[in-house]
């Protein structure tokens, strides 16, 4: 799913949520599950459903607050990485754990 700007929406369950990602690993989904709880959302994941056991197991993630839009919140900068900076895209993204302000590399 990625940061692509629509707001998506739903259940888990009995709990409304918006969701975060979905079709997702586990090493995703504990990056993004620790990274949304350190900035204050209430975390909601889901195991989908697998056609059979060989199949890798995936998972959906979301969270309780329901004007929460990861693509807004990363581009705004409003959550901050476990060290404090500012979240990026690229660290969402998880190719690099450099924070800085900038959005895009600039090829030299």
Known sequence: MGLE????FGNIGDTRVTFVEKKIDETRMDFL????EHNGFEVV??????KSEEDPQLYTI???DMVFNPTIWVYE???????GH??????WNQKTDETNPQYWKNSK
């Open 5 to 8: 700007g629509k707001h998506s």
């Open 77 to 83: 900068r409003k959550l901050k990485t476990f060290d």
């Open 86 to 91: 500012k979240v990026t895209p690229d660290y």
């Open 45 to 50: 994941v889901d195991e989908e459903k697998r």
């Open 62 to 64: 979301a969270v309780t």
């Open 33 to 36: 599950k620790k990274l949304l």
